[in-house]
Antibody, heavy 119, light 110 residues
């Protein structure tokens, strides 16, 4: 069955870096757009970034543009989010999800990984 | 891109019907039929319950339905069940090729 498993979260100081990973199984990974979404404490869901199946089309939310880099390794069936110059307001649970087409529904989500940015 | 506007909370008794609204703009909801709804219970991942405005994925009960008029999408739960108590989020594709989510609505079953 389809599984998405995030890892790499943790506690980091403001200005620090983290690399989140999302391991996929149970489907043809390269056929799907992959998306990162986050939910800050007490807040709603927020789009972070997406990448198409062949690493050619990428978008970022304005709040993370220039500080985050999304990438994927189709051979390893893995999605990544490199997060640099982290801010307190980046504190959130980060989810990876998949979609069959650009702007399409996110039909499977991982359980999330918690990123806490605090001094 | 500002979040889509949802009421913070909606409540109802078991068996009642409730509707959650999701208001966007000409840049998102009114321009595309790529509107989805997600259900999130505490400590769990969001779950897709409606896609492309009106469609239900396999396994989602028929009491969940979606609609859209202009720049407002709606989710209706007909015959509310205790297990429907959760947070609900709408989402739309936008003209700048991104996703935007709603502010979220907490559904309470009285």
């Amino acid at each position: 069955q389809v599984q998405l498993v995030e890892s790499g979260g943790g506690l980091v100081r403001p200005g620090g870096s983290l690399r989140l990973s999302c391991a996929a199984s149970g489907f043809i990974f390269s056929d799907y757009f992959m998306i990162w979404i986050r939910r800050a404490p007490g807040k709603g869901l927020e789009f972070v970034s997406y990448i198409d199946g062949v690493n050619s089309y990428i978008k970022y939310e304005d709040s993370v543009k220039g500080r985050c880099t999304i990438s994927r390794d189709n051979a390893k069936k893995s999605l990544y989010l490199q997060m640099d110059r982290l801010r307190v307001e980046d504190t959130a649970v980060y989810y990876c999800a998949r979609s069959t087409y650009l702007g399409g529904p996110l039909d499977h989500w991982g359980q999330g990984t918690l990123v806490t940015v605090s001094s | 891109q500002s979040a889509l506007t949802q009421p913070p909370s909606v409540s109802g008794s078991p068996g009642q019907s409730i509707t959650i609204s999701c208001t966007g703009s000409s840049s998102d909801i009114s321009s595309y039929n790529r509107v989805s709804w997600y259900q999130q219970s505490p400590g769990t991942a969001p779950k897709l319950i409606i896609y492309e405005v009106t469609n239900r994925p396999s396994g989602i009960p028929g009491r969940f339905s979606g609609s859209k008029s202009g720049n407002t999408a709606s989710l209706t739960i007909s015959g509310l069940q205790p297990e429907d108590e959760a947070d609900y989020y709408c989402s739309s594709y936008t003209r700048n090729d991104k996703y935007v989510f709603g502010s979220g609505t907490t559904v309470t079953v009285l």
